[in-house]
């Protein structure tokens, strides 16, 4: 019997898409500086659950994506470790617009759109410590 969350025709292959495409954009922000990693795991596992099982199932059961996806599914929880890993990661994309980037307005745009991500994930529950 069909998964009813499963989209039918042509809307499946969109999430599909969306899938792929968001497990891309993760996966360069795992080695660029400024571009999420976490919201775009995020973004495909969701789209993942409305297209293929096996690719949602893949996603859970990954290496470096997969503690990131039970954390959330268990109640938003994100690891300190990754939330001091986006903030540094976001200071240096910031830093580096700084250097580079002439028109002013464009980084201060950026530096909003940080902060308000960053705002986000150090606002999410961490795992409690082992004792």
């Keep these: 019997m069909p998964d009813a969350s499963l989209q039918p025709g042509w809307q499946r292959w969109l999430w599909l898409l969306l899938a792929y495409l968001s497990i891309g954009m993760a ?3 795992v080695i660029l500086p400024g571009l999420p990693t976490t919201e775009f795991v995020l973004l495909a596992a969701w789209a993942a659950s ?27 929880l994100v690891a300190r470790r990754t939330k001091w890993l986006a903030s540094l990661s976001m200071l240096t994309a910031l830093g580096i617009m700084i250097l580079t980037v002439e028109h002013r307005p464009s980084v201060l745009f950026a530096a909003a759109g940080m902060s308000c991500g960053a705002l986000f994930i150090w606002t999410r529950p961490e795992k409690p410590r082992a004792a």
Excluded: I, Q, T
């Design 27 to 29: 996966m360069l922000g």
């Design 50 to 76: 409305r297209s293929s099982p096996r690719l949602a199932a893949w996603l859970e059961n990954h290496r470096v994506f997969g503690p990131l996806l039970r954390d959330w599914k268990n109640g938003g």
